[in-house]
């Protein structure tokens, strides 16, 4: 809605200082109707200022940075399925979805993660030439503060890269790289949904995952407020998608795979804080696809 901010002109109706209003004699209280004018004259003045050009810079600035982090965020998992479809086409050693079941399931996690159908094409065509990168998954496991742990995820055409860019980003920040093995036994591997509703039939959906050949499900609620989760066992996660979008969910559904821990804890909220910047350090890395934690809060 836009407000109108009036004149100058108008301004100086509204006080009531004109020529058409009497004089009021030095030391002679005001008017009833001037002392109400200037009541008006204050309340709009507050209003005015509370509309600045200022407030509004502020923000409009604020909006930008929100849009920026959005476009940031689409632009790397459009990047991340790209890298996921040339490595499904070199490793199944067809680009044809139906004879490469790899393919066509990265392509239908992309299609449900939003990726504009004509990246996808770029990519399966891009996997066919012989100089395209040779892309490969790999998992790193850390300790933060509090008891928490990390599990982080990548994929990456460069494994020395890599391997340098997510210590750095652990150990600067007061994190430590564990051994492998030592964090992953804490967590369970899942196929995950997201839906962003948080009004979900749980009863529906059990039905519509049943038929569509899933042997368990669990609905829980989304990190993002108003969003929801099911997890499911990590080779029906395509299922899953299907039966979610069977009882009426299509817009901004995503799958994917996740580490689900089995032991959350709760960090005091300092601690929280440093790990929040461990992970953020790291979800800035053009090479990690995710990063999965067991903390509560």
Known sequence: MKLLLPSAAACLFLSGATAFSPATPRGAPAPATQQRSDASTSA?????????????????????????????????????????????????????????????EVVKAAKGN???????????????????????????????????????????????????DVKAAVNKRGGKIA???????????????????????????????????????ELVEGEEEGTSVVYSEPGDASKMLDAVKEIGFEDGVKMSLSWVTKAPVECPDEDFEKNMEIIDALEELDDVDSVEHNMSN
Do not use: H, W
């Open 44 to 104: 709009f003045a507050s209003a005015a200022g509370r509309l600045s050009p200022l407030f509004m810079g502020r923000a409009a600035a604020v909006r930008a940075a929100t849009k920026g982090k959005t476009d940031a965020k689409k632009a790397k998992v459009n990047a991340l399925y790209g890298k996921k479809i040339i490595m499904a086409v070199k490793n199944g050693g067809s680009s044809d979805q139906n004879a490469n079941r790899q393919l066509a």
């Open 179 to 217: 051994e492998q093995g030592s964090v992953l036994f804490m967590y369970d591997r899942r196929g995950k949904v997201e839906i962003p509703s948080a009004e979900v039939d749980e009863e529906d959906l059990l039905m519509a995952a049943i038929d569509a050949g899933c042997d368990d499900m």
């Open 114 to 164: 939003n990726v504009p159908v004509e990246n996808i094409n770029r990519a399966i065509k891009r996997a066919t030439e012989t100089d395209s990168s040779n892309f490969s998954e790999s998992t790193f496991e850390a300790y933060g503060f509090g008891g928490a742990s990390m599990v982080i995820n990548v994929l990456s055409d460069n494994a020395n890269r890599v391997t340098a």
